[in-house]
């Protein structure tokens, strides 16, 4: 990587205006009332861009946004501290909504996003291309809206040779950009499946993750995964080291943006110079940080420190 100082560039194509909002009350027949927890700018780069902006990074947060909701979208990363270029479609930015219940549970409803053209996809390409030959780092993260081109993230891994990648996406976009080979992958355990790994239990032995990662990385070429197992925590493969660190004891209130907090927290502590170990305890101490509160804003650096103690204290794997 460049500098840990330079700027950072996140990437989120189908980007969102993400609502927080609890249950109060017994339903009525036909409505049941709520109110709001918060509002924040989200899409799993922008989430990203929100906590790497938290911990002191210069990022910028580029993607589209259409509409009153993508004019909201900008809003709220300015909010957030993160500089925002926004690749403007005609479609319409898509909500995401999240309801806590008051008996503990949670429903999370998500619109697909608005449709884009190939035109559209060439406009934010040459602004990815543009602000990465300033940047340090370009995370490419998310879902694509519909009539996105599954190579999307490919093309621009290519673009971009020179500046570091990466990719946290999922599906035919995911597939096709680890082909691309970018300098870090990170995927959940459900997605790493769809890669036709065959991933292990989470309880399985680091040896197990050793010859999976190590596999997937020589049939890839990619050297650096990481694997998110939720309450299990995570495994990291990097050129050959087994990362293996086990969850937080947290009470989860809301899991969103918690894989994003993880991807977060890694590279946060990797540009400070940490080992692979510490990097991988910082991740999981914020994605567990994240998960205890109802809208997903940067945590506490107090909070974060007091769950990695926990992690350090944690039985070895």
Not at 105 to 125: C, F, H, K, N, W
Not at 225 to 236: C, E, I, P, R
Not at 249 to 261: C, I, L, S
Not at 274 to 301: G, H, K, Y
Request: glycine share 12%; net charge negative; proline share 6%.
């Amino acid at each position: 990587m460049r500098s840990p100082h330079a700027p950072i560039v996140t990437v989120t194509p189908n980007g969102s205006v993400d609502l927080v909002l609890r249950s109060v009350g017994p339903p009525t027949e036909e409505e049941q009332p709520v109110v709001q927890l918060g509002e924040t700018a989200g899409g799993k780069g922008n989430n990203v861009a929100r906590f790497l902006t938290a911990a002191g990074h210069e990022v910028t947060a580029l993607g589209f946004a259409g509409g009153s909701l993508g004019e909201r979208l900008d809003v709220l990363l300015r909010e957030a501290g993160v500089t925002p270029d926004l690749t403007q479609i005609d479609g319409t930015t898509r909500s995401y909504t999240t309801v806590i219940e008051e008996a503990g549970g949670r429903v999370s409803y998500r619109m697909a996003g608005p449709r884009i053209t190939e035109g559209d996809s060439q406009r934010l390409g040459a602004t990815v291309v543009a602000a990465a030959a300033h940047a340090g780092l370009v995370i490419l993260a998310g879902s694509l809206p519909p009539g996105g081109s599954a190579d999307l993230y490919a093309a621009i891994i290519d673009a971009v040779r020179e500046t570091p990648v990466v990719l946290d996406s999922s599906g035919e976009a995911l597939a096709a950009g680890i082909m691309a080979a970018p300098w870090m992958v990170k995927v959940n355990r459900d997605e790493l499946l769809a890669l036709d790994a065959r991933a292990p239990d989470a309880s399985a032995p680091v040896t197990a993750w050793s010859d999976v990662l190590g596999a997937l990385a020589a049939r890839t070429t990619v050297r650096r995964w990481w694997v998110t197992l939720g309450a299990a925590g995570s495994v990291g493969w990097v050129d050959g080291e087994v990362v293996r660190v086990l969850g937080a004891q947290v009470r989860v209130v809301n899991t969103t943006g918690a894989g994003d907090a993880f991807l977060a927290g890694l590279l946060d502590a990797a540009l400070r110079g940490a080992s692979n170990q510490l990097a991988a305890r910082t991740a999981t101490a914020w994605a567990a940080a994240v998960c205890e509160q109802e809208v997903p804003i940067p945590p506490m650096a107090g909070r974060i420190a007091a769950l990695i103690e926990q992690l350090a204290g944690a039985p070895a794997e």
